[in-house]
């Protein structure tokens, strides 16, 4: 299999092209904003734009037209939100990459957020800087212990190396729950085996592959859309090559709907 996984980082004149359809804000995050740099799309949860940056820029990032301004006291706004509105059981630390916040300011975010919710973060760090975790980042992890839910964002196997599986065995040593997301992407992934792979390789470091995401359609991103219905061959073929556990949920997230949406295939 020939590995285009550098792709997701190369940029592309295809980028320039205006595609129908294809928009700034395609999944709504403006609307969803309750505070500057603090999103509630679904029951219980808050997103919150932790940083504005990351370690890659990812050519098909549905965040990529989005202003990139840092928010000043977020902590602060965010634990007088989590004062008054007791629904919330979980604040998810987006951004950017919020592993981009030196542990100082993660540590502001993690003091704002009382136990017991939920924290989880969102990060490409595990594979594109694995030496972020150092053992003063880890020690912070330790502290939330099964509180932390770690995302990983892993498009293609060969993302993964001996370093992501010393940073994902420590993780969960620490108590973490480790999970996946990608994204289908053409030319990358767009492939049953090279999907099925990505599992096997994600459980063998301790990651259970948690969503499979349709492209968000966001201006300068269209060269990467796998067509639905090709989209929906691959993700069958998935799942006969993989046991359950490891079939990722394949979705799509539209602007205003009260959660993800899955596609049936
Ligand atoms: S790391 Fe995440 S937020 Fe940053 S460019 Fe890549 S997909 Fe976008």
């Known amino acids: 299999m020939r590995d285009n996984s550098r792709k997701q980082f190369e940029f592309s004149e295809k980028e320039n092209a205006k595609v129908r359809g294809f928009k700034r804000d395609p999944?709504?995050?403006?609307?969803?904003?309750?505070?500057?740099?603090?999103?509630?799309?679904?029951?219980?949860?808050?997103?919150?734009?932790?940083?504005?940056?990351?370690?890659?820029?990812?050519?098909?990032?549905?965040?990529?037209?989005?202003?990139?301004?840092?928010?000043?006291?977020?902590?602060?706004?965010?634990?007088?939100?989590?004062?008054?509105?007791?629904?919330?059981?979980?604040?998810?630390?987006?951004?950017?990459?919020?592993?981009?916040?030196?542990?100082?300011?993660?540590q502001a975010f993690f003091n704002a957020i009382p136990k017991p919710l939920k924290i989880r973060i969102h990060s490409r760090m595990a594979t594109v800087l694995p030496n972020r975790f150092t053992p003063a980042l880890q020690s912070l992890f330790k502290q939330l212990s099964s509180r932390l839910i770690f995302v990983a964002h892993i498009n293609h196997p060969s993302e993964l190396s001996k370093k992501s599986e010393r940073v994902f065995s420590s993780l969960s040593k620490n108590g973490a729950m480790l999970l996946n997301q990608s994204v289908l992407l053409k030319g990358?992934?767009?492939?049953?085996?090279?999907?099925?792979?990505?599992?096997?390789?994600?459980?063998?470091?301790?990651?259970?592959?948690?969503?499979?995401?349709?492209?968000?359609?966001?201006?300068?991103?269209?060269?990467?859309?796998?067509?639905?219905?090709?989209?929906?061959?691959?993700?069958?073929?998935?799942?006969?090559?993989?046991?359950?556990?490891?079939?990722?949920?394949?979705?799509r997230e539209i602007k205003g709907k009260k959660s993800k949406i899955w596609i049936n295939c």
């Open 188 to 251: 990358i992934n767009d492939n049953a085996k090279i999907l099925a792979e990505l599992s096997e390789k994600l459980f063998s470091q301790r990651v259970l592959p948690y969503y499979l995401h349709q492209l968000d359609k966001a201006i300068g991103t269209a060269h990467f859309e796998v067509p639905i219905k090709k989209a929906k061959e691959i993700f069958k073929e998935l799942k006969e090559i993989l046991p359950g556990y490891l079939v990722p949920r394949f979705v």
């Open 27 to 106: 999944v709504g995050d403006k609307e969803a904003e309750i505070e500057s740099g603090i999103l509630q799309k679904y029951k219980g949860r808050l997103l919150v734009m932790a940083s504005n940056k990351c370690a890659v820029h990812c050519r098909f990032c549905f965040r990529k037209n989005m202003q990139k301004e840092s928010i000043p006291n977020l902590p602060e706004k965010l634990r007088k939100i989590l004062e008054k509105d007791k629904s919330i059981k979980e604040v998810i630390l987006s951004g950017g990459d919020p592993l981009m916040l030196c542990n100082s300011e993660l």
